[in-house]
C-alpha cells in the first residue's frame, strides 16, 4: 500500500460515519437472523419512511452543534408551527400550492428560532438553559394559548403525505408499505445543508465558530451572526420537519412528537458530531438516525415488547456520548505527549 | 453615633454580601402583594396557605438536588426519573407484601420501602456520578439519558400502569399535619433544607463543591478529589430525589412512571431564580428557599384565575427563566462595572 | 506628509484594565514602513494586551490606534485586517477542527467577502502560501493533529496571504529549535525585503539583537523608551526591562543541607526519560528547556497529576508512592502551574477560599465540618506575612493585580507543611515590584530548608535565583550545572541547539 492510499485508510478509520456503518449492518443482521423478517421490502420502506422526519430534526440539531452549542427547544418549535399550519389549512381550506404550508411553518420556525438567536447571541448566556426555558415557552404556547387539540391534517397535507412514489410488497405476508414523496424534502434538506456547511463562507464560519470561538472573531468571522443564523435555521428545519410529518401521519399529533428532542440529538451525537462543537458531518448525522429508527423500529420484530423503547433510546444516549467524550478525550491526550521532535529524540 | 455607623456598616456588607437574597425578597413580596390585592379573600385565606405548604415540598426537595449538581458546574436532569423509579419499587414493595402485614409490623415494612428506596437513589446517584466523573460524559447529556433509562425501566416494570394499594397508615402519616398545623411534608422539606445549608456551609465537602464548581482544573491542582466530590453530589442529589418520591407517594396513595414530569424544568427555574449560577460555584440555600416560595405564590394565585388553563405555566415558568437569566446577566454586568469602578477610586486616593 | 506616509501604525495613549489589573497605563508605539520593530520587556508588562487592541480583539478603555493613516478608536478585528494587520499569536488562533488548507485559506475568502467556498480554489491558496516560506505539509491532515512548529507555520502561511503589511509575532520562538529559529528569522527579513513591517515581541535579548532595526521597552503597562537598536548596549537593555541597574544578586547556597527530594531514572513515554536529579535543604533548582521539552511532564509527575512509567521519586530518602495530587500533597510537595487564571486560582471565590483549600483537609473534624475560625485566622497571618495587598479577605481574587494574585497562589501551599514547592512559571504575568518580593520569599523559603524547584525559559529569571540548574530538551536531561560557572548565552545556546552538550 502506498504513502497516500494508507493515509487514506488511517483517515477512514478514525471517522464515526465508518463505525456506525459497521453497527448498523450488523444490527440488520442480527434482527434478520432473529426475526427473517429484517430485509423485506416492506420492513425496509418503512424504516426510511420512519426516518425520514428524524433525519430532518437531526440535521438541525447537527448545525447547532457545530456552533458549540445545543438546542433543545427545536421539537416544541416544530410541534408550534405544524399545529398553527395545519389549523390554518383547515380552517381556510386551503387548496393551493403545497409550497404554501411549508412557508407557513418555515416562518413560524424561524421566528421562534429568533427568539432562541437573540437571547443567546446577544446576553451570551448558556445554550442548553436558555432553550430549555424556551422550550416550555413554545410548548405553553401551543397548549395554552392555542389550546391546541389533536386534529386531522388539512387535505393539502393529506395529500402530501399520501402522495407515493412505489409501492413495496412482502411477497409471503402480503403486507405492503409506501415510499413516500416526501422523502424528496428530506433530501431536499440535505443538499442544501451540505451546501451550506461545505460550500458557504456561512457555513465554514459555523465550522470556525465551533472549533475555537476566539480566533473565529480574530480571523474576522462575525461570531454572533453566525450563531443567530444557526438557531433561525433550525428553527426553519423544526417548521418543516413538523409540517412533514403531519402530513405522513395524517394528523397533526403533537403530543406523540413532544419529548422525542434527546432521541434526535443522542443520533446525532451517535453519528459522529462533537458535543463540544466543529466536528459532524450530514451523513454521520443520517446514519445515527436510521440506527436509532432501526431500533426502535425493530424492537417488536425481534420480539421484545415496546414497554423497553425508552429504556434502549436512554442506553443509546449514555453509550453514545460515552463514545465522543472518549474518542475526544483520545485526541487530548494525543496533545499532551509533545511534539514530533521529542519523540524524534526520545527514539 | 459610633455604633450607628458600625451598625449602617454591618448593614451595608451585609446587603452587599445578600443583595440577590434581598432582590428575591422584594420579588416575593411584590408577587405576594399583587395576588393579596387582586384576588383578596380568596387569596388570603388559610386554606390557601396550607394547600401551599404541601404542595411546594415534593418539587422544592427536588430542586435542592438539583442545586447541588448546579454548584458543582453540572447539573441532575434525571432527578423526576430516580424519584418514579424508586416510587414505583417502593409501592410495589408495600402493594404485595405489607398488605397483609399485622398492624404492628407496618412500621417495619414501610422502613423496609424506605430503605429500598434510599438504595435505589444511591445507586442511580452513583451511575450518574460514575458517567459525569469517570467517564466525562457533559452532564447535562448523561442525566438525559439516565433519565430515559431510569423512566424507561419504571415503565417497564410497571408496563405503564400505576401502582395504588399502598398501606392506609402510610398515606395517612405523610398527609398529616404535626401539632395539627405544620404538615409531615413542609417538615420534610424544612429538614432537608437545613441539612443541604448545613453541607454546604460548615463542610469540608460543601467548600470543595464551591470551589470544584468554580474551575475543576484549578480544584484538581488544589489536591481536591474531583471525582469524589462529585459523585457524592450526584449520589446526594438521588437520596434526596427519595425523600421527595416519599412524598408524593404519599401524596398522589400512588406511584407510576411519568409523575411530576414537569418538575424537572421547574427545579432548574427555582436554582437559577434562586441565585444559582449555571456555569457553577455559586448558590445558597436561602435563596432557593425564596425563589420557591415566589413560584409556589405565582402558581396557587393563578389557579384563582379561572380564565387562565393550566397549560399557561410551562409558558410562564419559561419566560420566567429566560427573563431571570438575562436579569442576572445584566446585573452581573453592572455590579462588575462598580467594582472596577470602587477599585480605580480607592487606587487614586491612595495615589 | 510623505513622512506620515512612512509611520505604518501609530498606538498612542492606550489605556486598559481586566478587573483590579491595569494593564496598560497610557503607552505609545510608532512603526515604520519596512521595520523590524522589537517590542520587549518582562512578562506580564502589558505586550500581549497592547498586541490584542491592535488586532481589534479587545477595546481599549481609551486612546486611538492609527493605521495607514486612518484614525480609530474603537478597532474591530476586520478593520485591523482590512488594514493589513496580522497577527500570529502564541497560542497561533488556528481551527484545530479544520484542515490545514482550510486554515490558511478561509481568512482571504472572508476578506475578500465571498459567500461561496471554492476548494479547489482553496488549494491553489494554500499552496501558493505554503511555497513562499518553502514548507510541505499534507493539507488535509486537521491541524490538531499538527506539532508546533507546524502549527506557526500554518498560521504564517495565513498571514503572508493578506497581503500583510504589518505582521506581528507574538513570542514566536518559544517552542521552537536553533535550526527552526534559524528558518524563521530567514522568514523574516525575506518578508522586510518585501517591504512588509513585523513587530517582533520578545523578552530574549539574543534574538532582539539578532534580528531587530528599532526597540520599545514596556515595563508595568508603560512605556519605557524607543530607540534604535544600535544605540543601547545588552546592560542598558536590561536596565530598560527589569528597572534595575544591576543584575539581581547571585543566589548561592553555601552549605546545603541533607538530600530533601531525589528522582532517580523518571521515565515517562512519550514526554521524557532517564531523569535523575536531587534537590537539597537550600537549594533553588532550576528546569529550563523548550517548549514541549517534557520539563512541564516532570513537574506535573511529580506533583501526581501525571504518573511516571519506570524509576523512583525519593524524599527525605524514603521511597514516595506519588500517584495523585492528594499524593503528592501527602509528602509536603506543593505545586504553582504554568497558568494561574485556569490552573491555580479560582477567580470568582474570595480570597480566603483561595488560600485556604489545599488544607482544608487537616482542619476538618471528623464528622467532616471544618474549622473556620481558624482558617481565617490562617488567611489573615498569610496576607500579614506575604505582604499581600487587598481589602477584604472576602473580595473576589479576580480584583487582585497578578503579583497579588501569585502571592495567594504561594499562600495556598505555604499555609500546608511544605517540603518542596514546584514553581512552573513563578512570575509570568506579574509586576516588577512584586516580582522581587516574590524572588525573595522564594530566598527565604529556601534558607529555612524547603526543597524549591523553578521551571521557567526565562534565564534571566533563572540564573541568578537558582544555585544549580538542569536543561531537558526532547525530553532528556541534557546538561546539569552550577549557575555561577554559565552565562544565559550558554544555556540559551543548549536548550535549543540539537547537537550542543556541556
Redesign the interface.
Given at each position: 500500500m502506498n504513502e497516500l492510499s494508507k493515509r487514506k485508510w488511517n483517515r477512514l478509520l478514525s471517522h464515526n460515519e465508518f463505525y456506525i456503518a459497521i453497527i448498523i449492518v450488523a444490527i440488520c443482521l442480527l434482527i434478520e437472523v432473529r426475526s427473517g423478517q429484517f430485509f423485506t421490502p416492506n420492513n425496509l420502506v418503512d424504516i426510511v419512511r420512519s426516518g425520514i422526519v428524524p433525519c430532518i430534526f437531526g440535521i438541525g440539531v447537527l448545525v447547532v452543534m457545530l456552533s458549540g452549542g445545543i438546542d433543545l427547544s427545536f421539537v416544541p418549535i416544530a410541534a408550534l408551527a405544524m399545529y398553527i399550519t395545519n389549523s390554518v389549512m383547515l380552517d381556510t381550506g386551503f387548496s393551493g400550492s403545497i409550497v404554501v404550508p411549508f412557508l407557513l411553518a418555515g416562518g413560524i420556525g424561524i421566528a421562534c428560532g429568533a427568539l432562541n438567536a437573540v437571547v443567546i447571541s446577544k446576553f451570551n448566556l448558556p445554550t442548553m438553559i436558555v432553550t430549555l426555558g424556551t422550550s416550555s415557552i413554545f410548548t405553553g404556547l401551543l397548549r395554552g394559548v392555542f389550546e391546541a387539540k389533536e386534529k386531522t391534517a388539512s387535505p393539502i397535507l393529506m395529500e402530501l403525505g399520501s402522495s407515493k412514489l412505489f409501492t413495496a410488497q412482502n411477497a409471503d405476508s402480503g403486507l405492503t408499505s409506501d415510499m413516500p414523496s416526501t422523502l424528496f424534502i428530506l433530501l431536499g434538506v440535505v443538499v442544501v445543508t451540505f451546501i451550506l456547511l461545505r460550500y458557504t463562507t456561512l457555513g465554514r464560519g459555523i465550522y470556525a465558530v465551533g472549533g475555537d470561538p476566539g480566533a473565529a472573531r480574530r480571523a474576522g468571522f462575525r461570531v454572533t451572526r453566525i450563531q443567530f443564523f444557526v438557531y433561525c435555521y433550525v428553527g426553519l428545519l423544526a417548521g418543516i420537519a413538523g409540517v412533514t410529518r403531519t402530513g405522513m401521519s395524517q394528523a397533526a399529533h403533537f403530543t406523540s412528537l413532544l419529548g422525542t428532542e434527546l432521541t434526535i440529538i443522542a443520533a446525532t451525537v451517535l453519528g459522529g458530531a462533537r458535543i463540544t462543537g466543529g466536528v459532524g458531518t450530514i451523513t454521520g448525522t443520517v446514519l445515527g438516525a436510521f440506527l436509532m429508527t432501526i431500533v426502535s423500529n425493530s424492537l417488536v420484530l425481534i420480539g421484545v415488547p415496546t414497554y423497553w423503547q425508552q429504556f434502549f433510546t436512554g442506553a443509546l444516549i449514555v453509550i453514545g456520548t460515552g463514545i465522543s467524550v472518549y474518542q475526544a478525550s483520545k485526541k487530548y491526550r494525543g496533545s499532551l505527549s509533545l511534539d514530533e521532535r521529542a519523540k524524534e529524540e526520545l527514539g | 453615633m459610633k455604633t450607628q455607623a458600625a451598625f449602617s456598616n454591618r448593614f451595608q456588607s451585609f446587603s452587599e454580601r445578600n443583595s440577590n437574597l434581598l432582590r428575591l425578597l422584594a420579588v416575593f413580596v411584590i408577587v405576594f402583594a399583587f395576588f393579596a390585592i387582586t384576588k383578596q379573600g380568596a387569596f388570603l385565606k388559610p386554606e390557601t396557605f396550607a394547600s401551599m405548604a404541601v404542595q411546594l415540598p415534593e418539587y422544592s426537595i427536588l430542586a435542592l438536588g438539583v442545586a447541588l449538581t448546579l454548584i458543582s458546574g453540572g447539573i441532575d436532569l434525571s432527578v423526576v426519573g430516580i424519584a418514579n423509579l424508586a416510587g414505583i419499587l417502593m409501592a410495589l414493595f408495600l402493594s404485595t407484601a405489607a398488605t397483609d402485614a399485622a398492624p404492628d409490623a407496618v412500621p417495619l415494612y414501610i422502613a423496609g420501602a424506605a430503605a429500598i428506596g434510599f438504595l435505589v437513589g444511591l445507586s442511580c446517584g452513583a451511575f450518574n456520578g460514575l458517567l459525569v466523573s469517570r467517564f466525562r460524559i457533559p452532564p447535562i447529556l448523561a442525566t438525559m439519558g439516565t433519565m430515559q433509562i431510569f423512566t424507561g425501566l419504571a415503565i417497564v416494570i410497571t408496563e405503564g400502569k400505576s401502582v395504588s394499594g399502598l398501606v392506609p397508615a402510610y398515606e395517612h402519616g405523610i398527609n398529616s399535619a404535626l401539632f395539627g398545623w405544620l404538615p409531615v411534608p413542609l417538615l420534610m422539606f424544612i429538614a432537608c433544607a437545613a441539612w443541604v445549608s448545613f453541607v454546604l456551609n460548615k463542610t469540608n465537602y460543601g467548600q470543595k463543591l464551591y470551589m470544584l464548581g468554580t474551575n475543576e482544573k484549578a480544584a484538581a491542582f488544589s489536591g481536591i478529589h474531583t471525582n469524589t466530590v462529585l459523585m457524592k453530589t450526584y449520589i446526594y442529589s438521588g437520596l434526596l430525589a427519595i425523600v421527595a418520591s416519599l412524598i408524593m407517594m404519599g401524596r398522589n396513595a400512588s406511584a407510576k412512571a411519568d409523575t411530576g414530569s414537569s418538575y424537572t424544568l421547574q427545579c432548574v427555574l427555582i436554582c437559577v431564580l434562586g441565585g444559582v449560577k449555571t456555569e457553577g460555584g455559586f448558590g445558597k440555600v436561602s435563596g432557593i428557599v425564596v425563589a420557591v416560595l415566589i413560584l409556589q405564590t405565582i402558581s396557587t394565585g393563578l389557579n384563582l384565575f379561572r380564565e387562565i388553563n393550566n397549560f399557561y405555566r410551562g409558558l410562564i415558568w419559561g419566560a420566567v427563566l429566560v427573563a431571570v437569566l438575562i436579569a442576572n446577566c445584566i446585573i452581573e454586568q453592572k455590579e462588575q462595572a462598580k467594582l472596577m469602578k470602587k477599585l480605580s477610586m480607592e487606587e487614586a486616593a491612595e495615589a | 506628509m510623505e513622512h506620515s506616509g512612512d509611520i505604518i501604525l501609530k498606538a498612542e495613549k492606550i489605556v486598559k484594565?481586566f478587573?483590579?489589573v491595569h494593564a496598560l497605563k497610557g503607552v505609545d508605539l510608532e512603526i515604520r514602513r519596512g521595520e523590524i520593530h522589537c517590542l520587549a520587556g518582562e512578562n506580564g508588562c502589558g505586550k500581549s494586551t497592547l498586541i490584542k487592541i491592535i488586532?481589534g480583539?479587545y477595546v481599549a478603555d481609551s486612546g486611538s490606534v492609527t493605521l495607514n493613516g486612518t484614525r480609530y478608536t474603537k478597532l474591530t478585528?476586520?478593520e485591523s485586517?482590512g488594514e493589513g494587520v496580522q497577527?500570529i499569536?502564541q497560542d497561533f488562533?488556528?481551527?484545530?477542527?479544520?484542515t490545514v488548507m482550510?486554515n490558511i485559506a478561509?481568512?482571504q475568502?472572508?476578506?475578500e467577502h465571498?459567500?461561496?467556498?471554492?476548494?479547489k480554489h482553496y488549494r491553489e491558496i494554500a499552496q501558493e502560501a505554503v511555497s513562499k516560506i518553502g514548507f510541505s505539509i499534507?493539507f488535509?491532515e486537521r491541524v490538531?493533529?499538527l506539532?508546533?512548529?507546524n502549527k506557526q507555520l500554518v498560521a504564517i502561511s495565513r498571514a503572508l496571504l493578506m497581503s500583510a503589511k504589518l505582521i506581528i509575532m507574538d513570542e514566536p520562538t518559544t517552542?521552537l529549535?536553533k535550526k527552526e529559529v534559524a528558518a524563521l528569522f530567514k522568514i523574516i527579513k525575506n518578508l522586510q525585503a518585501s517591504g512588509i513591517s513585523i513587530l517582533f515581541v520578545s523578552h530574549k535579548m539574543d534574538e532582539v539583537y539578532e534580528i531587530c532595526d528599532r526597540l520599545t521597552v514596556f515595563r508595568n503597562g508603560e512605556n519605557v523608551i524607543t530607540t534604535d537598536i544600535k544605540e543601547v548596549d545588552q546592560k542598558k537593555f536590561a536596565y530598560y526591562m527589569t528597572g534595575r541597574e544591576f543584575k539581581q544578586e547571585q543566589y548561592t547556597c553555601a552549605h546545603p543541607g541533607e538530600t530533601v527530594l531525589e528522582v532517580q531514572d523518571l521515565g515517562l513515554?512519550?514526554?521524557y526519560?532517564d531523569i535523575s536529579f536531587c534537590v537539597r535543604k537550600g537549594d533553588i533548582y532550576g528546569i529550563t528547556g523548550l517548549l514541549?521539552?517534557?520539563r512541564t511532564?516532570l513537574a506535573l509527575s511529580l506533583f501526581g497529576?501525571l504518573r511516571a512509567k519506570t524509576g523512583r521519586i525519593l524524599i527525605g530518602g524514603k521511597q514516595a508512592r506519588i500517584h495523585?495530587?492528594?499524593d503528592?500533597?501527602k509528602y509536603g510537595i506543593g505545586?504553582v502551574?504554568e497558568d494561574r487564571a485556569?490552573?491555580?486560582?479560582?477567580?470568582?471565590?474570595s480570597i480566603e477560599?483561595n488560600m485556604i483549600?489545599?488544607v482544608?483537609?487537616s482542619y476538618?473534624d471528623k464528622?467532616?465540618?471544618?474549622h473556620?475560625g481558624a482558617l481565617r485566622r490562617l488567611a489573615e497571618e498569610w496576607r500579614e506575612s506575604l505582604h499581600i495587598k487587598i481589602?477584604r479577605l472576602?473580595d473576589p481574587v479576580s480584583?487582585l493585580s497578578g503579583g497579588n494574585q501569585q502571592k495567594v497562589v504561594l499562600a495556598?501551599w505555604l499555609a500546608s507543611d511544605l517540603r518542596v514547592l514546584i514553581l512552573n512559571g513563578p512570575t509570568v504575568g506579574v509586576d516588577i515590584g512584586s516580582k522581587y518580593d516574590i524572588h525573595q520569599i522564594l530566598r527565604d523559603l529556601a534558607a529555612q530548608g524547603i526543597a524549591i524547584i523553578m521551571i521557567s525559559d526565562d534565564l534571566s529569571e533563572l540564573l541568578p535565583n537558582c544555585n544549580r540548574m538542569m536543561i531537558m530538551?526532547?525530553?532528556?536531561t541534557v546538561c546539569e550545572m552550577d549557575t555561577s560557572s554559565t552565562t544565559e548565552r550558554e544555556v540559551a545556546n543548549i536548550i535549543s541547539d540539537?547537537a550542543a552538550r556541556c
Open positions: - | - | 484594565s478587573g483590579g488586532s480583539d478585528p476586520i485586517i497577527v499569536y488562533a488556528v481551527f484545530p477542527n479544520l482550510e478561509a481568512t475568502t472572508l476578506m465571498k459567500k461561496t467556498v471554492n476548494w499534507d488535509d490538531e493533529n506539532s508546533v512548529a517552542a529549535t513515554p512519550g514526554a526519560e514541549g521539552s517534557g511532564e497529576m495523585s495530587v492528594a503528592a500533597q505545586y502551574p485556569t490552573e491555580a486560582l479560582f477567580l470568582p471565590q477560599n483549600v489545599s482544608l483537609d476538618t464528622n467532616g465540618v471544618y473556620a481589602r472576602s480584583s495556598k530538551r526532547g525530553g532528556r540539537t
